[in-house]
């Protein structure tokens, strides 16, 4: 059964793992996070948990049985009761409903341990996947969006 944790610095190595080898399944339907990404990894780490720490964002790991980083899952722009939602699932994982749970678990934790009450989510027109994640959790498409320069759809969805 998975396991949605809070980032924490015991995450880093098999988080850069994931990262590494879903480099380019990922970089299929969001933009590649480039050399400097893998380079400058531990420093990233920090700065993320800095912005954790301050309550800035919340950042989450799926977390398989032997502890392997399946999948990621975010909340950032926290601001006001809202913050957008961010996810991403290994691609030996993908299709086996992860992310929708991985979502779900999300959307309880935000309303419950984060005091959010709206979370918005955005995604390219190409990526069905991700449109269905937010469609089966309960988000509404609420416009048009654009994300590097592709044509997307904004989402909401009240907590």
Known sequence: MPELQSLSPDHGPALLAFEREN??????????????????FEERLRALLAEQAAGDCFFHVVTGADGEVLGRVNLYEVADGSAEL???VA???AGQGLATWA?????AR???RYGLTVLTARTTLDNAASRAVLARTGFTVVGGTRLNGRPGLSYRRSL
């Open 86 to 88: 961010g996810y991403r």
């Open 110 to 112: 935000a309303g419950e």
């Open 23 to 40: 480099r380019a399944y990922f970089a299929a339907s969001v933009p590649d996070r480039g050399e400097e990404y893998f380079a400058r």
């Open 91 to 93: 691609e030996r994982a």
């Open 103 to 107: 979502a779900r678990e999300m959307c």
